[in-house]
Structure formats: structure tokens, C-alpha cells
């Protein structure tokens, strides 16, 4: 038997993570489609408010501003080049144009790649988001005991 990529238990069918990151790409419901993602700009819902998914698992903390960081620097940096050698600009002109730029950009694009990033997870079932939830470890205090 050939190995897919895919680890899942034999209980559980596959889900197609194409599909999970282009919804949440769109900012939906990686499950459904149609139910939103966010309730304010970055707060993941806790339950899809179409299909009743449990979105409470995801963790989606650094990956995100990670991607948008560097999908931004490249752009900004090739833009920045790229303009530089076709013409020369003043000083103030690069130092009002690329800050604004790279803003909007970064504010335009961390929505969207947090969405992903939750609906990647919830296609590998990851943190939770499969039938064996993640138990948090316990905490040990002190040293080796023994």
C-alpha cells in the first residue's frame, strides 16, 4: 500500500486541504464555505455560525505575520529595485510611497493568510480539529524528582 501524504485515523475521511485554504482564504468556513471566519478583523470565530464547526482549536498565533512579512518584503523590495533602475527618484518620494505601501499591504493580506492558515488545520486536523482532541501536557515544577 502506497503511502498518499495523508495521516488520518481509519475512522476519518480525508479532507481535501485545497479546498479548506481556499475557503479560508476567502475568510469562510474551511468545513462549509459559507459561514465567516472572523468576527472582528484577526478574532477567528469560536463556531461557524452556517454548519456549527468547533473553529475554537485553531492556533494560528505567528505563521501567519510570518507569510505576510515575507510575501510583502519580496514585492515591496523587487518593486523598490525595479523603480529604482527605471528612474531615480528624491529621497521623500521612496520614504512616503513604500511605508504606506507595504501597510497596505500587510493589513490587506493578514486576514486572508490567517484564514489559510485555519483552514490548513482544520484540513490535517491539527490542534484539535480531528476526533482526538489535543490534551494540553501537564506542567512539571521543580527539577528531576527521584
Known amino acids: 500500500m502506497a ?9 476519518e475521511a480525508p ?13 469562510r468556513c474551511p468545513a462549509c464555505g459559507s459561514g465567516r471566519l472572523f ?7 469560536p463556531n461557524c455560525e452556517a454548519c456549527g464547526e ?15 512579512i515575507t510575501i510583502v518584503g519580496h514585492v515591496i ?3 523598490n529595485l525595479t523603480f529604482e533602475s527605471f528612474a531615480e527618484w ?9 511605508p504606506v505601501l ?13 484564514g489559510g492558515v485555519v483552514g490548513y488545520q482544520w484540513a490535517l486536523r491539527m490542534h484539535g480539529f480531528g476526533d482526538n482532541r489535543d490534551e494540553e501536557a501537564p506542567l512539571r515544577v521543580g527539577g528531576n524528582e527521584g
Open 3 to 11: 503511502f498518499t501524504g495523508r495521516l488520518t485515523n481509519a475512522f
Open 15 to 27: 479532507r481535501d486541504w485545497r479546498s479548506a485554504m481556499r475557503r479560508g482564504l476567502a475568510c
Open 39 to 45: 468576527s472582528s478583523f484577526l478574532k477567528v470565530r
Open 54 to 68: 468547533d473553529l475554537s482549536h485553531h492556533r494560528s498565533d505567528d505563521l501567519p505575520p510570518y507569510i505576510v
Open 77 to 79: 523590495g523587487g518593486a
Open 90 to 98: 528624491p529621497m521623500w518620494m521612496h520614504m512616503a510611497l513604500w
Open 102 to 114: 507595504a501597510l497596505a499591504m500587510c493589513l490587506g493580506l493578514l486576514q486572508p493568510v490567517k
